[in-house]
């Protein structure tokens, strides 16, 4: 098996780097060392998978197996495919990343799926915020599939913010999802919404050290832990909740493991019903905080 990045000593096309890049990234402990790579001859080649299957003996230009060099040697330290590639797809929604903002994960795709099946064919609008929205895939992806929705998608970080206007753009939806600079923790909002969506920083901080290096060192910090035990951001929606959200309202929020019992406690102190959505290993994934009828 070749043990170092291939360099252009012969002519190389796409079959010949996919076996290669499978082997030498499974000799690397690599995630999905075929995926992975793949994906990186898509890039490189900015095209579909499909196109890659078809063609397989294409060959890579100079330029183009030094770009791949360099995607190799990016993955093989620990930094997240994601990242390489500049996006990754989101509820079937091609998404923007980069590291200022998490890369999504598919358990957050439970908070739009549970929107989606909600909203069904109700006419709207439906006045919709979402809290700490990083790349914007929560409100892009509703938007997308519910037209009814009008969003307000707030963060505190500037450059996460450009990364939601860039999302937003790509899929056309300006018009419907406006961005915020603005710090949940401190500031109030002045309006009430029908539909409120946050996936916090719900990491305590002494599990910071368990984390995956990959995303330890990789994704930002403050996307990850609030520096505190997990559990700031529900505390402060539980207390500003009655002034933002409409009486017939729905907010769903993303959980950490172990997190429930508290969460349910902070809502239902202030007269809230509380409903758990598992995954199918049965794991707590969402929460969703309705008013007490």
Wanted: charged share 25%; hydrophobic share 40%.
């Amino acid at each position: 098996m070749r043990k170092t990045i291939p360099l252009p000593d012969k002519q190389w096309t796409v079959i010949d780097i996919v076996r290669w890049g499978t082997e030498f990234f499974a000799a690397k402990n690599v995630d999905s060392p075929r995926l992975t790579i793949e994906m990186m001859v898509c890039a490189v080649l900015n095209i579909g998978r499909l196109k890659l299957y078809t063609d397989f003996e294409r060959p890579l230009s100079l330029e183009e197996l030094a770009d791949l060099r360099l995607m190799v040697r990016r993955r093989t330290t620990g930094e997240p495919l994601q990242y390489i590639l500049g996006y990754t797809d989101f509820y079937s929604v091609r998404i923007e990343v980069t590291p200022d903002v998490l890369i999504p994960r598919p358990e957050t795709e439970f908070i739009v799926e549970r929107v989606i099946r909600m909203i069904g064919s109700q006419v709207g609008p439906f006045r919709c915020l979402d809290v700490g929205t990083g790349s914007g895939c929560i409100p892009v992806a509703i938007a997308k599939r519910c037209h009814q929705t009008v969003w307000t998608a707030l963060d505190k970080e500037p450059k996460a913010l450009k990364i939601a206007e860039n999302n937003i753009n790509l899929h056309e939806l300006a018009y419907r999802i406006s961005t915020m600079h603005f710090d949940f923790l401190t500031e109030t909002l002045g309006s009430k919404y029908n539909i409120i969506t946050m996936n916090p920083p719900y990491i305590p901080q002494h599990d910071l050290v368990d984390l995956q290096h990959e995303v330890r060192d990789y994704e930002p910090h403050s996307a990850l832990t609030d520096d505190g035990d997990g559990l700031q951001f529900y505390r402060r929606m539980s207390e500003v909740l009655p002034d933002i959200l409409e009486k017939n309202g729905i907010l769903l929020m993303e959980i950490g493991f172990g997190q429930f019992e508290s969460v349910k406690g902070m809502f239902a102190a202030v007269s809230y019903n509380v409903e758990l959505v598992t995954d199918l290993q049965d794991i707590p994934r969402v929460v969703v905080v309705t008013h007490k009828n």
